[in-house]
């Protein structure tokens, strides 16, 4: 963050030469953890963000966009999701959704870096709502390459809320091949995977390389994307399957799903679903 003319700005690098900037009206919290630069900010236009080695990761008025769009596409593709894995999602956002869906019995959280937990579990109450102290819920703080090398557990769904691949290093080991097999090793027969996978836009390079990676272990694989405002990009997200197909959900099954477990949403519904499967991959026609 910088002083502009008076004003704190929050900006975040857009692309490698496009940054977006956002008025700050306070910050919260500011701190720098043993991997990362961690700052708590409230925002002019999108109330408290949590911003991570400078690049927001979430705010109050759009995180519902993004987390909904992450968790329950997956959750709704398989039938029956007792047991949950989250990698990332130190807000505990992503969290709050999977412990909606009322099949869930255990819900595990692996994040590397304590100190964000714990900054959110103070300051963003209105992400997580309490979903830390669900006793459904477990946390683990570990790196997810070593938890996912070293369990025994297998999960009906796996969800990677993760920091852009090519945002920092701690994330990059977490878009690999072999990190794919040792999650497609983890998943029970019926198992789904999903991945936030940056841009496709700006970063199309490291967006194709995860792609690919993923079309390598997983015999479903299917792209989407949603515009995330304080993003100021579509944000892409890849969802994979072993054996359940995406696109023979109709709308009205998504609802009833929903609907049966017990889950209420602001953003996403069976029209958003079949509306954001079935939207382009937006790709920089002009490389």
């Not at 991997?35 to 008025?61: C, H, M, N, P």
């Not at 669900?134 to 990677?160: C, F, H, Q, R, S």
Request: net charge neutral.
């Amino acid at each position: 963050m910088f002083k502009e003319l008076g004003s704190l700005l929050a900006y975040q690098h857009m692309s490698r030469t496009s940054i977006m900037m956002a008025k700050v009206k306070r910050v919260i919290a500011s701190k720098k953890s043993k991997y990362q630069r961690i700052e708590i900010v409230e925002l002019e236009e999108f109330g408290k963000a949590l911003i991570l080695d400078g690049l927001i990761q979430s705010t109050e008025a759009d995180e519902a966009y993004y987390h909904e769009s992450l968790v329950h596409p997956a959750m709704t593709l398989h039938p029956n999701p007792k047991k949950v894995l989250i990698i990332g999602g130190g807000e505990g956002a992503t969290l709050k959704e999977v412990l909606k869906h009322n099949t869930v019995e255990k819900a595990v959280m692996v994040d590397i870096d304590e100190e964000v937990i714990e900054m959110c579990k103070k300051h963003l109450t209105t992400m997580h709502q309490g979903s830390f102290n669900n006793p459904k819920a477990k946390i683990i703080i570990t790196d997810g390459l070593k938890y996912i090398a070293e369990t025994n557990e297998t999960y009906n769904v796996i969800i990677l809320d993760l920091t852009d691949p090519y945002a920092s290093r701690i994330a990059q080991k977490l878009y690999t091949q072999e990190f794919y097999r040792n999650i497609y090793s983890k998943l029970t027969e019926d198992g789904v995977m999903v991945t936030q996978a940056g841009n496709s836009f700006f970063y199309h390079e490291e967006y194709s390389q995860a792609l690919k990676s993923i079309k390598t272990v997983f015999p479903i694989v299917l792209e989407y994307n949603v515009w995330i405002p304080s993003f100021a990009y579509a944000c892409n997200f890849i969802l994979a399957s072993k054996q359940n197909y995406p696109t023979e959900i109709p709308a009205e099954e998504v609802d009833r799903r929903l609907n049966k477990r017990g889950v209420k949403t602001k953003f996403f519904n069976g029209k958003t679903y079949t509306a954001i499967i079935n939207m382009p991959i937006y790709v920089n026609l002009k490389a």
